[in-house]
T-cell receptor, first 114, second 114 residues
Framework: AQSVTQPDIHITVSEGASLELRCNYS??????LFWYVQSPGQGLQLLLK??????LVQGIKGFEAEFKRSQSSFNLRKPSVHWSDAAEYFC????????????FGGGTRLMVKP | GAGVSQSPSNKVTEKGKDVELRCDPI?????LYWYRQRLGQGLEFLIY????????KSGLPSDRFSAERTGESVSTLTIQRTQQEDSAVYLC????????????FGPGTRLTVT
């Protein structure tokens, strides 16, 4: 069965520091991969997506992610974190090409220290 | 409104009562998805619609759950005889079409069963 793993449940970084959130997937075919962010009391906002092509993808709010097929990973990065980035981040993969429903990782809660 | 909207934003109900949750997708989006986010757990897929039909209902947790969509627009998720384990945030998402995997989420409905 397809699955998505986010190994870090909580991460705390200082404002201005760099950030990397890990995501590993288990999926036989070429995946469609996504990162979403959820601020408290809000829905999910799409940060970026990978369908094919260039393995380094740029998203909104200064985020980027790199698809590494050999490692089955799609890690999210940001060079300098802002206090407003504090939120929960979800990695997701499309698991059914017919319906394209998303399978989500368990999420990583990011806290930002001043 | 440009985004996906859901109503109500919060719903408190007594165990055994029926509830209806509503989703208004982005105009022109033919695909609509329902997910559930329980406290301390990840997001899980419930059902999706292509137009007004639901090709995959495999995610519905029990026969107490049903959903319909009319006019290729509004969808209603109905939970009959609610149980405490139904307490969760119910998220709706829409996509331009099923083949286009990008899904845009609403703010969710927080359901509390007492």
């Amino acid at each position: 069965a397809q699955s998505v793993t986010q190994p870090d449940i909580h991460i705390t970084v200082s404002e201005g520091a760099s950030l990397e959130l890990r995501c590993n997937y288990s999926y036989g075919a070429t995946p469609y991969l996504f990162w979403y962010v959820q601020s408290p009391g809000q829905g999910l906002q799409l940060l970026l997506k990978y369908f094919s092509g260039d393995t380094l993808v740029q998203g909104i709010k200064g985020f980027e992610a790199e698809f590494k097929r050999s490692q089955s990973s799609f890690n999210l990065r940001k060079p300098s974190v802002h206090w407003s980035d504090a939120a929960e981040y979800f990695c997701a993969v499309v698991t059914n090409n017919a319906g394209n429903m998303l399978t989500f990782g368990g999420g990583t809660r990011l806290m930002v220290k001043p | 409104g440009a985004g996906v909207s859901q109503s109500p934003s919060n719903k408190v109900t007594e165990k055994g009562k029926d509830v209806e949750l509503r989703c208004d997708p982005i105009s022109g989006h033919t695909a609509l998805y329902w997910y559930r986010q329980r406290l301390g757990q990840g997001l899980e897929f419930l059902i999706y619609f292509q137009g007004n039909s639901a090709p995959d209902k495999s995610g519905l947790p029990s026969d107490r759950f049903s959903a319909e969509r009319t006019g290729e627009s509004v969808s209603t998720l109905t939970i009959q005889r609610t149980q405490q384990e139904d307490s969760a945030v119910y998220l709706c998402a829409s996509s331009l079409e099923v083949r286009r995997a990008e899904q845009y989420f609403g703010p969710g409905t927080r359901l509390t069963v007492t």
